[in-house]
């Protein structure tokens, strides 16, 4: 922290005036500066159609799960080559699961020191597609922690919309209570059944 008096801000500079004789260049405070122009649109188009590095099955997949995430806004234009890789690599986790079903998770082999467990080469590979894909799925917000820290990023961004103000009441009328709400509750004022 620097040592001093606090820095006034560029209301209460422009409010006090220039006490000197030297011009002062008039500051902007960021909170009165009009607001930037995102650098990304949020909105930057549809999706369009699965990219051509995808097969047939991948291409499939691709339309069977694009349209759920990009009108949750999760999924844009821009992401459409990653959200290939996903689906590409979902592809191959489908498939390796599918073999890995037939066989069995741990084998016993045997050694010049006696019977080992060791896990199935197929298993090993599926964990780690599996490790690929949560990377993945966070990326993209389809679990509900990582959605609602997306939303919550998506939410401060510069060009979103900021939600409604609530409305605020008349002079003399009271706040709108919610009914049922936990607020209060341990007070003792919140009626939770």
């Known amino acids: 922290m620097k040592p001093g008096p ?3 801000t560029a209301v209460e500079r422009r409010a006090t005036g220039n006490s000197g004789h030297r011009k002062k260049t008039l500051l902007v405070d ?4 009009p607001p930037a122009a995102p650098l990304i649109p949020l909105d930057a188009g549809p999706i369009g159609d699965a990219p051509d590095f995808l097969s047939a099955k991948q291409q499939a997949l ?5 349209p759920t995430l ?3 806004r999760l999924l844009q234009a821009p992401d459409s080559l990653a959200f290939g890789r996903y689906i590409g690599w979902l592809v191959r986790f489908i498939e390796l699961e ?5 066989r069995p998770i741990v084998e016993k082999t045997a050694a010049k020191r006696g019977k080992m467990d060791r896990l199935d080469k197929g298993f090993q590979a599926l964990l780690l597609v599996d490790k690929r894909l949560q990377e993945y799925e966070d990326r993209f917000g389809m679990n509900p922690r990582e959605r609602q820290a997306l ?7 510069p060009g979103a919309q900021p939600p409604a103000p609530a409305a ?3 002079d003399g009328e ?5 009914k049922d709400s936990p607020i209060g509750g341990l007070r003792g004022t919140a009626s939770l059944q």
């Open 6 to 8: 606090k820095p006034k």
């Open 30 to 33: 960021p909170v009165d500066a």
């Open 62 to 66: 691709w339309r069977k799960v694009a």
């Open 70 to 72: 990009q009108t949750l």
């Open 98 to 102: 599918g073999t890995s079903r037939r």
């Open 151 to 157: 939303m919550a990023r998506l939410a401060g961004a």
């Open 168 to 170: 605020r009441p008349k």
């Open 174 to 178: 009271e706040v709108p209570r919610v």
